[in-house]
């Protein structure tokens, strides 16, 4: 029960921030870029979910080595998807809304735009371990980590909602997302794989760290190519090469 109602206020508490503080018109705005992200992470969750059943076999098999190479491979691939999504929201997420809406007041801060990439980056990754949480059940190893990560969000985004605008939002709203993440990491850590999840800490902060360089490149390569439907494809397309070749 804590941890749906810490999940509850941690995805529901930034919409009503935004529309006191910054107003409704800026709560569309953000639902412009949100519908992006959403869909795309719509798009690999239904990858995921067809595995549930399977992970659910594998948890609960008596060769559990297995059931652990399994999800160290399911875990390779949310972080090559997320890799994939985020550097290309980050690279064309900008050009694509000029396209869409033709309008260019309508674009958020470009800082909005990469911490959203970057929530979108923890989201995918965390989808594997996630899976495997819900399998495993022990909803009371990471409770504290669900209340700390609403309390975090809350906080934040009242802290930098003003000073930052909705980048200050998506600032509270990455680092709650981060430790939800954490959370799943210690119950699947702790409880299926029978290690210490600081390894799995170290293998995070290179994998945030991939996410940045492969942005970077693309961005820095892309600086000269122009916008439009031309522009978006050989965007978007360049940040898949690119983000595969960092992954492998």
Known sequence: ??????????????????????????VGLVSNYQMISSKIQEFILSIFK?????IGNMVYDKDAKKGVDFFYALDLVGFYMGLVSAVGIVTVGQDFILLWLKRAELQLPFLFLVLLATNVFIAICNNPMNYF??????????????IAAAVVNVVLTLLLV??????GVMVGTVLGHLLIYLGRIVVVYKHYVKKSPVE???????????????????MVLMGQVGGGLAGVLIKGMTSVVISTVIFL
């Open 1 to 26: 029960m804590a941890t749906k109602i810490a999940g509850t206020i941690y995805g529901s508490s930034d919409s009503i921030i935004i529309t006191a503080f910054l107003g409704v018109g800026t």
């Open 50 to 54: 067809a595995l549930q059943a399977s």
């Open 200 to 218: 799995y800490y170290i293998c995070l902060v290179v994998r945030l760290g991939l996410f940045a360089i492969s942005a970077f490149l693309t």
């Open 162 to 167: 003003i000073p930052m605008g909705v980048a």
């Open 133 to 146: 949480r819900n399998t495993l059940g022990h909803f009371e190893t990471d409770r504290n980590y669900m």
